[in-house]
T-cell receptor
Framework: GENVEQHPSTLSVQEGDSAVIKCTYSDSASNYFPWYKQELGKRPQLIIDIRSNVGEKKDQRIAVTLNKTAKHFSLHITETQPEDSAVYFCAASIPRGSARQLTFGSGTQLTVLP | NAGVMQNPRHLVRRRGQEARLRCSPMKGHSHVYWYRQLPEEGLKFMVYLQKENIIDESGMPKERFSAEFPKEGPSILRIQQVVRGDSAAYFC????????????FGEGSRLTVL
């Protein structure tokens, strides 16, 4: 089955610095890679996603890059702010017959220090 | 435009009792997913349902757990004879179709087994 590894598990940065979170996946059939942000006690919310036919996608301070050959993708947050502090999950989606399943990484606790 | 609605938000049960968690998908969505999140861990896929059909239950424990999504009414995740290890947050998510895309999560149901 699909396995998604996420690193680091915790990350602390100074406000204004950049943060990078990396994920690797095992199934080459994976075709969709979303990133979710989860604040304490809240639901996961999609912040950005990328499909396998694209190498990079950017939305304001957030960008995601995908290397299909190496089977890894990364989340980049620039000019971090205290409100960026949360747990971030990567995920990979594989088609399985008529089904689709998102497999999540174990999460990265990002702390932005003021 | 209500999002994914889950209830109850918090549920306390004693060992051996039954827990029923309900999920109403977003309007227009007919695909429902259940995920379990243990404290400070990632989201583990449990089951994927369409109306009246279980599409993928590969993440469901073999015993005590069941899920349904009837033609009318919410999807229900049922846990019989709960044990302390069942204590977790159970998140429901919905999507409009089978194609890989954003999952919209509910706020979760937090089960505590005493």
């Amino acid at each position: 089955g699909e396995n998604v590894e996420q690193h680091p598990s915790t990350l602390s940065v100074q406000e204004g610095d950049s943060a990078v979170i990396k994920c690797t996946y095992s199934d080459s059939a994976s075709n969709y890679f979303p990133w979710y942000k989860q604040e304490l006690g809240k639901r996961p919310q999609l912040i950005i996603d990328i499909r396998s036919n694209v190498g990079e996608k950017k939305d304001q301070r957030i960008a995601v890059t995908l290397n299909k050959t190496a089977k890894h993708f990364s989340l980049h947050i620039t000019e971090t702010q205290p409100e960026d502090s949360a747990v971030y999950f990567c995920a990979a989606s594989i088609p399985r017959g008529s089904a689709r399943q998102l497999t999540f990484g174990s999460g990265t606790q990002l702390t932005v220090l003021p | 435009n209500a999002g994914v609605m889950q209830n109850p938000r918090h549920l306390v049960r004693r060992r051996g009792q039954e827990a029923r968690l309900r999920c109403s998908p977003m309007k227009g969505h007919s695909h429902v997913y259940w995920y379990r999140q243990l404290p400070e861990e990632g989201l583990k896929f449990m089951v994927y349902l369409q109306k009246e059909n279980i599409i993928d239950e590969s993440g469901m424990p073999k015993e005590r757990f069941s899920a349904e999504f009837p033609k009318e009414g919410p999807s229900i995740l049922r846990i019989q004879q709960v044990v302390r290890g069942d204590s977790a947050a159970y998140f429901c998510a919905s999507s409009p179709g089978r194609e890989a895309g954003e999952l919209f999560f509910g706020e979760g149901s937090r089960l505590t087994v005493l």
